[in-house]
Nanobody, 123 residues
């Protein structure tokens, strides 16, 4: 069992650069692939980015070049550095853990989810 707790959200001005963190419980964090998803009001949850246990990364086109995912296995933490934020980035951001890297953009590949952290981008 893995428990995930996100932090770092809040109200940000357009163009801002907040960093989200997701801390995982358990001793097997390094063996999990980690992902960030987001859900805007009235929309379905969508994939943002993922990082494999090896460090390989994968990004949705909507965030490529603006968001960076990283992980620190010693701290059981995955980060999402968000740059050049736009109002359309407003969403609840969820951290998730997966045992599979077959389809990192598919939410159903992930075994554990955090409770989410709200990011609101003002124009």
């Amino acid at each position: 069992q893995v428990q995930l707790v996100e932090s770092g959200g809040g109200l940000v001005q357009a163009g801002g650069s907040p960093r989200l963190s997701c801390v995982a419980s358990g001793r097997t964090f390094s063996s999990y692939h980690m992902g960030w998803f987001r859900q805007a009001p009235g929309k379905e949850r969508e994939f943002a980015t993922a990082i494999a246990w090896s460090g390989s990364t994968y990004y949705a086109d909507s965030v490529k070049g603006r968001f960076t995912i990283s992980r620190d296995n010693a701290k059981n933490t995955v980060y999402l550095q968000m740059n050049s934020l736009k109002p359309e980035d407003t969403a609840v951001y969820y951290c998730a853990a997966s045992r599979s890297w077959v389809e990192p953009s598919f939410a159903n590949q992930y075994n554990f989810w955090g409770q989410g952290t709200q990011v609101t981008v003002s124009s």
